[in-house]
């Protein structure tokens, strides 16, 4: 159960301070900023691994937990689990944020800005540039210690330049609690089924290149 809570608690803080900043930037006029919101997003991954990465290996995402499944570092039993604890922490700041910012309809959701196919193909190579860096940085010891820092930074530079197209969700428990609690699930299937098969493939490049034992 510690695994459980720790995802429950740092999806929670993920999609808290990351949509949240969405949330703040519209209703202050863009206070935030775009680079702001980037930056949050990229802060908060980045802590959250340090808190809870010997606890649970702070996946706080499904995609993830799946694509971790699929290499022999991560028990296939508990995927189902580490998911609901996931979305559940998720859900569980969509919802205090629609209560902090009524006025506010989107929450947050993660909407495409042009063609669907544009952000599918988009949010699958954004996952797995992630998945990659998350399996190779944590495969060396030598290097666990800077894991936070890098996945962090993936996440900051690709919600940096993607987000304007896409809103760089990467993660289907961060689009799945915005879309839920506001009601918009317009493409939700598309933040859903791109990042886990971005984060799949990431899994197949780690076989291919993997430090043999």
């Known amino acids: 159960m510690r695994k459980y ?43 959250m691994i340090y808190a809870f990465g010997k606890i649970s290996g ?15 570092r991560f028990n296939e039993k508990q995927v189902a689990p580490y998911i609901i604890a996931q979305v559940g922490g ?15 309809e989107g929450l947050g959701a993660t909407l ?7 952000t599918f193909i ?5 996952t797995y540039f992630l998945m990659v860096v998350i399996l190779f940085v944590s495969q060396n010891k030598a290097v666990t210690e800077f894991t936070g820092l890098a ?3 993936v996440v900051l530079l690709e919600a940096m330049f993607a987000g304007p197209i896409t809103g760089a969700s990467m993660n289907p428990a961060r689009s799945i609690a ?9 493409h939700l299937w598309m933040y859903i089924v791109a990042p886990i098969i971005g984060a799949l493939l990431a899994s197949g490049t780690w076989f291919l290149l993997r430090e043999k034992e």
């Open 151 to 153: 996945v962090g930074f």
């Open 5 to 47: 809570f720790a995802e429950f608690i740092g999806t929670f803080a993920l999609v808290f301070c990351g949509t949240g900043a969405i949330v703040i930037n519209d209703v202050t006029g863009g206070t935030v900023t775009h680079v702001g919101v980037a930056i949050t997003f990229g802060l908060i991954v980045t802590a």
């Open 90 to 104: 998720a859900i569980f700041a969509s919802v205090i944020l629609a209560f902090l910012f009524q006025e506010h």
């Open 112 to 118: 495409p800005a042009g063609e669907w196919h544009q």
């Open 178 to 186: 915005p879309a839920l609690v506001s009601g918009n699930l317009t």
């Open 58 to 72: 702070a996946h706080i995402n499904p995609a993830v937990s799946i694509a971790f499944a699929v290499t022999d």
């Open 122 to 126: 988009l949010e699958i190579i954004l």
